[in-house]
């Protein structure tokens, strides 16, 4: 067990948490910062951290994890208290302030609380295989980190929407041999990517769309595959030899212990006044894809300025009576 006091606890590290980091300790709010996965940047860092990001002001292009390492360095100069790899469990008003407490055993008081949470809890479905836990790390993966780490292996890659071809796409610059595995022809990606995929297939010999087929099986031992079975609805099977399994079929998201904590919700995400981005819980605000009102654009962006927003509405709750005599940071500088 370990108590801490501070002005905002931050439920989610992601791009929009720790812009939000920025945002509160220019107007010399302290925060901590909760998250579930084991390192900073949310989605962008676990699940493309090599993907093109092409909508962040300033950025013609930008790398998912070279935005969050910048993200973080705009963050360290407010001494921001992580709690990593550990879940919020209860969420507990106490008066005008709000106990906030973890699976680690962190009970965190806070004048302010602020969900930055994404979807949610996430993680990947996964195809229902045998021996599928036993490959797990090794040899399949549900995300890439490194296109490096695939350099010259034999890939299949099984999904028809934009992830899976997204990486086709990208990994088919290192890969040795990509085998495309999707039930039906038509994919459901970008149409840009989808030509583009079409033409690998019809002009090199790296990928090889394997269609209409379904994963069936893996082959291999002590966690090194050495093959996949596939087959189509007709019962007809084919047998890929690989060293990589990437199976692509999105993301189950669920809000977890949020759905318990009595906020008022708008079809499974946080409802909140759009002036504000303050729930129906008087200290509890939600920012980035969680937060719902009327117009919400879900681009990581419009989580940029709702951290902005949020912050200075939080202002008020942290230095009451306090008139907020905003600067611009042209003028007011950072701390050093």
């Known amino acids: 067990m370990s108590a801490h006091t501070t002005d905002i606890a931050i439920i989610g590290a992601g791009p929009v948490g720790l812009f939000a980091i920025f945002e509160c300790g220019m107007l010399k709010m302290r925060c901590h910062v909760i998250d579930t996965l084991e390192a900073v940047g949310g989605q962008c860092a676990a699940l493309y951290p090599e993907k093109p990001i092409f909508d962040i002001p300033g950025y013609p292009v930008i790398q998912a994890e070279d935005m969050v390492a910048r993200l ?44 930055a949470a994404g979807g949610g809890a996430f993680g990947p479905n996964r195809p229902p295989l045998a021996r599928l836990s036993e490959f797990e790390g090794s040899s399949v993966f549900y995300l890439v980190k490194r296109r490096e780490d695939f350099r010259g292996k034999r890939i299949v890659i099984a999904g028809g929407g934009d992830s899976a071809l997204d990486w086709v796409l990208s990994l088919a610059e290192v890969a040795r041999k990509i ?31 394997v269609v209409p087929y379904q994963l069936d099986g893996l082959e291999g031992q002590d966690g090194r595959l050495e093959a996949v079975a596939v087959k189509t609805l007709d019962g007809e099977t084919r047998r890929l030899e690989a060293d990589v399994l990437l199976p692509f079929f999105g993301l189950s998201m669920n809000l977890g212990p949020i759905a318990d904590w009595g906020l008022d919700l708008d079809r499974n995400l946080i409802a909140v006044d759009p002036k504000t981005l303050q729930s129906s819980a008087p200290g509890v605000f939600a920012i980035g894809d969680i937060a719902a009102y009327p117009g919400k654009l879900k681009l990581i962006l419009c989580g940029f300025s709702e951290a902005a927003m949020a912050a200075h509405a939080i202002h008020g709750l942290v230095f009451p009576g306090q008139a907020l005599h905003w600067e611009y940071s042209t003028t007011k500088g950072v701390p050093g």
């Open 179 to 209: 085998y495309v595995v999707h039930r039906r022809p038509k994919f459901r990606g970008a149409p840009e990517s989808v030509a583009r995929l079409h033409a690998l297939a019809k002009d090199g010999d790296v990928v090889e769309l």
């Open 72 to 115: 973080s360095e705009q963050a360290a100069p407010f001494d921001p208290v992580y709690h990593l790899d550990q879940q919020v469990t209860a969420l507990t008003p106490q008066g005008e302030r709000w106990l906030v407490e973890t699976s680690a055993g962190a009970r965190i008081d806070a004048r302010a609380v602020m969900v």
